[in-house]
């Protein structure tokens, strides 16, 4: 029995370690987004950089459709019963099967959604709109390659291969950081020929993304050769638990880039200065460059929960998966009490720094010709996003704890129906006075908050009592930490408010973080212990 309790452990300790990993391969990955970002943000708050961010999303929709939800969370499930119960090779069947139905579906809809944007570029119409087609046009292959990328990542990351996964988005991120800052200025003031070229790196960038997966893939015993016959028997649960999350997942993807939609014609431009509601004309709401200053403060409130908590998910997900198909419910109940507690303290504590530092932070942005008013109120809508930052974070780890018993239909139905409320919510607070873009942020947080809440309530009804009260003293000892930690730092930004920005976030980040694991440390927070990967037992 010692043996077995030790082995479990081991087991453990192997995914909550690997979420170190994978976080400090993620925070690298981050910082290469960051400057690809920052690139293409110089370019200007123009409608035309408008155009490139919509369109980008249309892959970038499919990416997390079918890599980072409905397909990783469905195929990882029955992937690891599969490898438990069956064996390797028929894993590795499985794998190959996958492969090539998904490649099969993908090149479909590729034909169909290049037919789509193609006729209806030959519309008639405003300049801006005919851009936005020619950039979705070139960008739209890159869904077809990504997805194939998150299949196989998701088989490497079930088999305990955490590193090349998070890797990945560097090579993309790479890629973009020479188109935007060394390529696109030798056009030099033509902005929609430096836009094109960064929306061909998209593309090339897939290419060696998924090239370098497949040669890993052969390197660590997981050998594919594609092949559509004969239909491995757990094709059938993986569609069985995908459809559902397909159509749940699709619609509620399909709200962010909804929300892009929402800026786009809400904007205030020459030809549409105001909407028709009813037979009232009312000024838009919004100015030219609305999805770049939004994006820009949403890649910053991701760049944490991408390190952290969806880095903590990751690593986890298969520890889950496997207690789920084990039927070890209290070693299940253990390790998503243990990760929403880490998730927790990650969340309050980046959405308590990021407030404080929205201003200086988005400044880094105020270059070539993305101006200061434009880091001013980008900053504004950071703020409104990172309210739910704790929201995000444990959200990541109660999806997947529904997804690892093979429930794959509760917390889609949930964020269906939230998803809705979230539009309703951003229609009404856009016109608030002051408001402006920032409704996206508050809408998003205000959405998440309800979301995490529901989850838990449900989780708990089903598995049972999940620590209630481990979290709560967990959440306290993190609130008095925050607190301190925002005392310390709020005077610091305010005593170099006339220091570089640069200066300031290099001082007060790291500040910041000591300061809050000091408070932890006096109070004897388990938390820092587990994060060094000393849990008990």
Known sequence: MDEKIQSEHKEREHFFNAAKTVAVITLLSRIFGFF???????????????????????????????GEGALASAFVPVFTDVHEKEG?????LLLANSFALLAVFLAILLVIGELGFFIYS???GPKDREFLMLLAIIMYPY????????LCSAALNARGHFVFPAFAPIIFNIFGIIAAWWLAPMLKQNLQHQLVLVAFSVVVAGVVQLA????????????LRPR???IE?????????????????????????????????????KLSPAINIFGWSIPCPLREGVIVRVGAARSFYQFPMGVLAISLGVAVFPLLSRYASRGDIPNLRDSINRAIRLSLMEGLATGVGLYILAEPIMMIYARRKFTVPDAMQAAFVLKMYVLGMWAYCSYQILARAFYACKDTITPLKVSCILAVFNILLLLSLIWLPGMGPGAFGLSTSITFAMNTIILILILRKRLGLLGGRKIAKSLARAIVACAVMAGIVYYLEWYMRNVNNLVVLGVCVPVGAIVFVAVLWLMKAPELGE??????N
């Open 36 to 66: 690809r970002d920052l690139g293409i943000t110089s370019l200007g708050a123009t409608r035309y950089n408008d155009a490139f961010g919509l369109a980008f999303k249309i892959p970038n929709l499919f990416r997390r459709l079918f």
């Open 122 to 124: 030959l519309v008639p």
């Open 228 to 230: 559509l016959k004969p």
């Open 233 to 269: 028997p757990g094709i059938k649960p993986i569609i069985q638990l995908i459809m559902p999350m397909l159509l749940g997942l699709g619609f509620l993807q399909f709200s962010e880039v909804f929300q892009d939609i929402i800026a786009w014609n809400l904007t205030l431009t």
């Open 88 to 92: 390797a090779e028929k894993a590795r």
């Open 212 to 223: 370098a997966v497949l040669w890993l893939l052969e390197k660590t015993g997981l050998s």
């Open 531 to 536: 994060l060094r990967g000393k849990s008990e």
């Open 143 to 150: 869904m077809f390659t990504v997805c194939l990328l998150a």
